[in-house]
């Protein structure tokens, strides 16, 4: 970009000015020959004023400070010519945000002239870029590492510096990220200082792409092909600057057989595999030329040997992960991007390239190695199992080469670690997902049998009393039902579907709540401490469950301590358990660089054990549902999937990982949740008072049910229930039949008890059809989802719900307050 025209020159002082000074230097030059008597007392004087006079008219000029046009305006010509950088995207804004001066590259990048916060980048990357404008005005300088235009098309890193006199300029400073290749930067190498080393040594590159032209090549390449090293070979066909004989030895074209034969190596620089199998398609190779018959001080002996630590060396200063193997399949050299590759920068190279893999893929590779080895020269790649990481397949490139004494096999990987990363987080992410809802599906069939057999008890119950035979026997039944009840509390809270009652309340209120019961748990040995910021956010979460996730955290960490303890064989020992809030901004947030948590302001709840802490392998997979470490017997596997279901259900993050001390080694594990500060209106009671026992409702006076439920026995044991309480009931299979029964008008119902999720038309759809003819009839949902989520998803006035399962009791007293609700009001 050009800056504006309207640059000036620096201004000498006004004429009349000029002469009034020159006049009175002249007259006082005078005054002293007069006085003095003497011309050259004159003279002398008058050289010493016109000296002082320059000096300061010269600094006058050098205050001036940077140059200016006749009106005054800064010349911003010179600036702009001076930030030209093909590089670099440079622009200069004033505190009016206004666009003073940039460099061609910015408008090249950004295609029009604009002020940088003008520029069109992603929603995030223009906020983060006002937030930065602000931190450069106030601080002098700000960063930023990640800034988008279309998606993940264009990515900048940005440096904003506050400049000027009067400070009242940014200066903005763009970078363009640049998605790093394997063979990036590779062509300057062959052809810098890089390779001429290499053609001293008599190894000639070229770098050619795939329909065979040559990228770049050494200078000693050129010399052999063409006979002059100043002849570039970019844009030639590579194999029209070779030959082979009836021996399948390769020769330059210029020289013919008269020539020294050349070993040729082909090293593709990406790999067929997976997602990047069209990237290897378009990606160049690595061609290696190496004389055979270069003597000793050459660099090369003809047997080959000499040319290993020279290959070694350039395999060395390559990004991409490659290996050398003998004959018999031995490693003999691995670069550190191959070790980086495998995970064995500590251990270093095993004896064979089998030893890398788990065992069944042991004789694959060892067999593959030998074939490479022994047979004709070729390339190709396998698909193997890394001994580290079983999980997750990686393909191994493999290449026979010949004349380089030793070396017979070149295997190539490339350095996936982070990528690897990112696939185990979504490939995490999606299996916790498919438990839930399988976890969610299970739970809601079961409430339903469970519904049954706890009803049916009830019912039996009513005709046996306390000292009967199969009085005890039915308690039993029940009893063991409610238990089977809560572990599917336990499944739905993992799959986030439990029923919640939020709140608005303070945490440091709910561990005070259960700090007595957790000084009990722990027991003598262990010190429980608690800590507290100050000015905590309030969050909106059932207390209920949150006292439930505070004691299931504690037991684990009582039980790793113990069972640390023993393992340790103290006797002695002394376990500590803190729970700490803190109050976390969101521009903590920001600085932790979380790409899973949004910015926003949270309050921490943090639960810290001085136990063994987590095995690294495990740590994964201690919020999978029935997943434990503790003996059969001692713990079902859902304590820590059910405080991550009620976490997650509470709009919260949970983070496992272990604490080390000073020297390295782990003290303990820690588990941090993240719950979002309540941004709305705060209710004058914050805290949800305990619910008294259910009472026996006064509403005697009967009323005409339609109970529409699509399981058998769901639907006999809600009948028997009801009439028994003097209803009378109509009962249908599915939301069809209720409708139906509905439209023939045979019966003026008082109230509808349904199922939610039904074959053909579900609760819900049954309900809003039903509205259109009796829009004021009260509706009693029977789900085992949570009501939360009924209620965000099933927008219909006058509805009530009950959670499965539920008891003869429980659904009695629910239909009496219903219809005595509808009688009040």
Not at 63 to 81: I, L, M, Y
Not at 193 to 204: D, H, K, Q, T
Not at 495 to 512: A, E, F, G, Y
Not at 530 to 536: A, F, G, M, P, S
Request: proline share 4%; glycine share 10%.
């Amino acid at each position: 970009m050009t800056p504006s025209d309207d640059t000036t020159i620096a201004r000498l002082p006004p004429l009349p000015l000029i002469f009034g000074v020159l006049g009175a230097c002249v007259l006082s030059i005078v005054l002293v020959g007069l006085v003095g008597g003497e011309a050259v007392v004159a003279i002398a004087y008058g050289g010493a004023l016109v000296a002082f006079l320059l000096m300061l008219l010269l600094a006058a000029r050098l205050r001036t400070g940077p140059v200016e046009q006749a009106d005054g305006v800064p010349d911003w010509s010179v600036t702009a010519a001076a930030v030209e950088n093909s590089k670099r995207a440079v622009a200069i804004t004033d505190r009016a945000n206004r666009l003073i001066c940039a460099n061609s590259s910015y408008e090249d990048w950004f295609g029009e002239a604009v002020p940088p916060l003008e520029v069109g980048f992603a929603p995030k990357s223009s906020e983060r870029l006002m937030i930065a404008a602000r931190e450069a005005w106030r601080d002098g300088h700000a960063r930023i590492d990640l800034l988008t235009i279309g998606g993940v098309e264009k990515r900048f890193r940005l440096d904003v510096d506050r400049a000027g006199r009067g400070e009242d300029y940014l200066v903005w400073r763009f970078g363009e990220i640049v998605q790093e290749r394997s063979y990036d930067g590779l062509a300057e190498r062959v052809e810098g200082p890089f390779g001429e080393v290499m053609s001293r040594a008599g190894l000639e590159l070229a770098m050619v792409a795939p329909d065979g032209i040559v990228q770049a090549a050494t200078v000693g390449l050129a010399e052999r092909a063409t006979g002059d090293a100043a002849t570039s070979l970019v844009g030639m066909e590579f194999v029209q600057l070779l030959r082979s004989d009836d021996r399948d030895r390769i020769f330059f074209a210029r020289e013919g057989q008269q020539g020294s034969p050349q070993t040729l190596v082909h090293v593709p620089l990406e790999l067929q595999r997976g997602n990047r199998a069209k990237d290897a398609d378009q990606a160049p190779s690595l061609m290696l030329l190496i004389d055979r018959t270069v003597g000793i001080g050459g660099g090369f002996e003809g047997n080959g040997k000499a040319a290993i630590p020279q290959l070694e060396a350039l395999l060395a200063a390559l990004p991409l992960g490659l290996a050398l193997t003998d004959r018999d399949g031995r490693f003999l050299f691995a670069n550190a991007a191959f070790l980086r590759a495998v995970e064995r920068e500590e251990q270093g190279l095993p004896q064979f390239p089998s030893d890398l893999v788990v065992r069944e893929d042991k004789a694959a590779i060892a067999d593959t190695v030998r074939r490479f080895a022994k047979g004709a020269s070729s390339s190709g790649d396998m698909a193997v199992h890394l001994a580290g990481n079983k999980d997750e397949p990686v393909s191994i490139g493999l290449a026979g080469i010949r004349g380089l004494g030793d070396a017979a096999v070149l295997l190539s990987i490339t350095d996936s670690t982070e990528e690897k990363r990112l696939r185990r987080q979504v490939a995490q992410a999606t299996k916790m997902q498919a438990v839930g809802q399988l976890a969610g599906g299970v739970a809601h069939d079961f409430n339903n049998v469970l519904t049954a057999i706890i009803g049916y008890c009830d019912l039996m119950l009513l005709r046996h009393t306390p000292g009967d035979s199969d009085y005890d026997d039915i308690q039993q039944i029940k009893a063991n039902s409610n238990r089977a009840a809560s572990l599917t509390r336990q499944l739905l809270a993992f799959s986030r579907q439990q029923t919640l009652l939020p709140v608005v309340l303070q945490l440091p209120d709910v561990v005070s709540e259960v700090s007595q019961l957790l000084k009990r748990l722990m027991g003598d040995k262990i010190e429980f401490v608690v800590r507290h910021d100050r000015e905590l956010g309030p969050v909106r979460a059932d207390p209920q469950q949150l006292e439930q996730v505070i004691i299931n955290l504690a037991v684990n960490a009582r039980d790793a301590m113990q069972a640390h303890a023993a393992k340790s064989g103290k006797q002695d020992w002394k376990g500590r358990l803190t729970l700490a809030t803190r109050r976390v901004s969101a521009r903590d947030v920001r600085k932790m660089g979380s790409d899973i948590m949004p910015a926003d302001d949270y309050t921490v709840l943090i639960v810290q054990d001085t136990g063994g802490g987590i095995p690294q392998d495990l740590i994964s997979k201690i919020f999978e549902p029935f997943f434990t470490t503790k003996e059969q017997g001692k713990g079902t596997g859902l304590g820590l999937s059910t405080v991550y279901g009620i976490v997650k259900q509470s709009n919260g993050f949970i983070f496992a990982d272990n604490v080390r001390g000073s020297d390295g080694n782990t003290t303990g594990a820690r588990f941090t949740i993240y719950l979002p500060v309540h941004s709305g209106e705060l209710p004058a009671v914050m805290r949800r008072e305990e619910e008294a026992e259910p009472k026996a409702s006064e509403w005697s006076g009967g009323g005409k049910l339609l109970l529409v439920e699509d399981e058998d026995m769901v639907r006999a044991v809600a009948e028997r229930a009801l009439v028994r309480a003097g209803y009378t009931v109509t009962t249908a299979s599915d939301g069809e039949e209720g409708l139906a029964a509905i439209a023939n008008g045979s019966d003026n119902f008082d109230l509808i008890v349904s199922d939610v999720v039904m074959p053909a038309m579900d609760g819900p759809a049954m309900a809003r059809a039903i509205r259109r003819v009796k829009p004021k009839i009260p509706i009693l949902f029977m789900s085992g989802y949570a009501e939360e989520q009924l209620r965000n998803d099933i927008d219909i006035n006058n509805m009530y719900f009950i959670a499965k399962p539920f008891s003869v009791q429980q659904i009695n007293a629910k239909v009496a307050d219903v219809l005595a609700a509808q009688s009040g009001s």
